[in-house]
């Protein structure tokens, strides 16, 4: 499989993807898509993984774009509602509605702190992941916290994710650690490849054994 390099089927995908954020979550055009969102969408369809985690699922958008292109997916979505970056009040409400809308049955979420001891162990545990998106604790510290239980339980080949590396508030911190985290999956795995999304506030994509 290769990257879909082409304009044409690039804005064919974004063409389905628009329809989706407009009827299915309730956005205009107007809305502005997160290079997250319309990327993540993109990889979900192209790649369909069997298990997808998330740290970090806020009010379920991300979870929403994997599941809504790819109906075998299950999601494993960890979020410790209010915490820190990004927190939303009331985040686990719209998150048990996005998944109820678009991944009923397949989804598990697990409230609390992903950097507590029962968190990581549970992340572990539930593995291991064909996709996986950091985008939790926008710290070094946090989201190094995050990559360091991640990368144990990322399956032989997958695709990690960590959101915002290009946002103005985490820049250094987050490609910071996306740079040390190919840099470590590089050294352990042959077939390594990455890609940087600098629109909107970035995102960094680690391909593992995916040809
Ligand atoms: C930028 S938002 C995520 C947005 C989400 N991906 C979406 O599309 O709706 C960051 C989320 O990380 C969560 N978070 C921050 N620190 C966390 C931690 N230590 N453990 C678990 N979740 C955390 C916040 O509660 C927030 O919901």
Same mark, same amino acid.
């Given at each position: 499989m290769t990257?879909?390099?082409s304009v044409t089927e690039v804005r064919k995908l974004r063409?389905?993807?628009h329809p989706f954020c407009k009827d299915s979550l309730g956005w205009n055009f107007e809305t502005p898509v997160g290079s997250?969102?319309?990327k993540i969408y993109?990889?979900?369809?192209? =790649?369909?993984p069997k298990k =997808?985690?998330?740290i970090g699922s806020g009010i379920g958008v991300s979870a929403s774009c994997v599941a809504y292109p790819s109906p075998e997916t299950h999601l494993y979505?960890?979020?410790s509602p209010g915490h820190g970056y990004?927190?939303?009040g009331g985040s686990d409400e719209y998150l048990i509605h996005h998944m109820t809308k678009f991944a009923k049955g397949r989804c598990t979420l697990n409230l609390g702190d992903s950097q507590t001891q029962t968190a990581k162990d549970m992340i572990i545990s539930n593995g291991p992941y064909d996709m996986f998106n950091i985008d939790g604790d926008h710290s070094y510290i946090g989201a190094k916290s995050d990559y360091d239980t991640v990368k144990k339980c990322l399956a032989e080949k997958s695709i990690l994710i960590i959101d915002d590396i290009t946002h103005i508030a985490h820049?250094?911190?987050l490609t910071r650690l996306f740079n040390e985290a190919l840099e470590e999956i590089k050294s352990i795995h042959k077939n390594v490849r990455s890609e940087v999304i600098e629109e909107g506030t970035g995102v960094g994509i680690i391909y593992i054994n995916i040809d």
């Open positions: 990257e879909p390099t063409e389905q993807f997250l969102h319309w993109e990889l979900a369809l192209k =790649y369909k =997808y985690g998330e979505l960890y979020d990004g927190g939303f820049k250094e911190d």
